[in-house]
T-cell receptor, first 116, second 110 residues
Framework: DADVTQTPRNRITKTGKRIMLECSQT?????MYWYRQDPGLGLRLIYY???????NKGEISDGYSVSRQAQAKFSLSLESAIPNQTALYFC???????????????FGPGTRLTVL | EDKVVQSPLSLVVHEGDTVTLNCSYE??????LLWYKQEKKAPTFLFML????IEKKSGRLSSILDKKELSSILNITATQTGDSAIYLC??????????FGEGTQLTVNP
């Protein structure tokens, strides 16, 4: 079984609809992240959470919100989807170390979202 | 603003060639630099570099960090078609976040 799972894997929706992307992990990591990937732009951080009570905005948080329902679950919402939110969305997890330094991030399989 | 730049953005080679991918960074409170390989799905981890001048190797892949030049290279020797992928470089920045570069699309032709 995959350590980091995302649902749905593909989604086509219309402008103005509310969309939720879900991420679950069985790695026991405390840190979780949401990225979007667009051609030629690499991965850009949307939101991240270092524990259940900690939520932080990334570099492109406008138009998105998140919820950390439990240590293992981190969901991303688009309250009113727009076409330029069409992208590949990745969830990732990492473990915190004693030094506070970031360890490698483990990525989910991605969700391909198309907003018409 | 933290920034990571990769070059080239795309590269086409023949099997057996050796390639060098470049990554430069301008970040606050640098902690580490990471390389990922992305095929048709999620990125997978290759290397994490924290110390300058120490080469990390995994099979035909190797990478080294130059903190003086604020850069890193990823070398792949004797390339194979299975090496075709997007190679992503990322820098750990203040607040323990990763800033990614645009990626290098490598295509290895038989």
């Amino acid at each position: 079984d995959a350590d980091v799972t995302q649902t749905p894997r593909n989604r086509i929706t219309k402008t103005g609809k509310r969309i939720m992307l879900e991420c679950s992990q069985t790695k026991g990591h405390d840190r979780m992240y949401w990225y979007r990937q667009d051609p030629g732009l690499g991965l850009r951080l949307i939101y991240y959470s270092f524990d259940v009570k900690d939520i932080n905005k990334g570099e492109i948080s406008d138009g998105y919100s998140v919820s950390r329902q439990a240590q293992a679950k981190f969901s991303l919402s688009l309250e009113s989807a727009i076409p330029n939110q069409t992208a590949l969305y990745f969830c990732a997890t990492s473990d915190s170390s004693e030094t506070g330094s970031l360890n490698e991030q483990f990525f989910g399989p991605g969700t391909r979202l198309t907003v018409l | 603003e933290d920034k990571v730049v990769q070059s080239p953005l795309s590269l086409v080679v023949h099997e057996g060639d050796t390639v060098t991918l470049n990554c430069s960074y301008e970040v606050t409170n640098f902690r580490s630099l990471l390389w990922y390989k992305q095929e048709k799905k999620a990125p997978t981890f290759l290397f994490m570099l924290t110390s300058s001048g120490i080469e990390k190797k995994s099979g035909r892949l190797s990478s080294i960090l130059d903190k003086k030049e604020l850069s890193s290279i990823l070398n792949i020797t004797a390339t194979q078609t299975g090496d075709s992928a997007i190679y992503l470089c990322a820098s750990e920045t203040s607040g323990s976040r990763l800033t990614f570069g645009e990626g290098t699309q490598l295509t290895v032709n038989p």
